[in-house]
Nanobody
Framework: QVQLQESGPGLVKPSQTLSLTCTVS??????????WNWIRRPPGKGLEWVGA???????YYSPSLKSRTSISRDTSKNQFTLDVTSVTPEDTAVYYCARGPCCGYSEANDYDYWGQGTQVTVSS
């Protein structure tokens, strides 16, 4: 059974960096059949694809967030991470990691495994 678990601070101050980690079990993030995605849902809005990293380590970003987003991985820990710099209240959302295709998919059934999601609030 594949499981994904997000972790990170729930509250970030404006202009600071949001950092989240996704820990994967039951599969390895170097598995080249899949992409490991970050997706978010702002309050009252639909899912928004943020970015992804492939099994081979190629990285893809949403054009609207590319200038502020960085994705990396630690294969020894089977984790991948998301950093979003210079956050504003508009970055407030539930952030999810998910396994699936790439890129830009924003429907829940596009992905076969999801983390439970973590609420991140940007506020002073």
């Amino acid at each position: 059974q594949v499981q994904l678990q997000e972790s990170g601070p729930g509250l970030v101050k404006p202009s600071q960096t949001l950092s989240l980690t996704c820990t994967v079990s039951g599969d390895h993030i170097t598995h080249d059949l899949y992409y490991w995605n970050w997706i978010r849902r702002p309050p009252g809005k639909g899912l928004e694809w943020v970015g992804a990293i492939s099994g081979s380590g190629s990285i893809y970003y949403s054009p609207s967030l590319k200038s502020r987003t960085s994705i990396s991985r630690d294969t020894s820990k089977n984790q991948f991470t998301l950093d979003v710099t210079s956050v504003t209240p508009e970055d407030t959302a539930v952030y999810y990691c998910a396994r699936g295709p790439c890129c830009g998919y924003s429907e829940a059934n596009d992905y076969d495994y999801w983390g439970q999601g973590t609420q991140v609030t940007v506020s002073s």
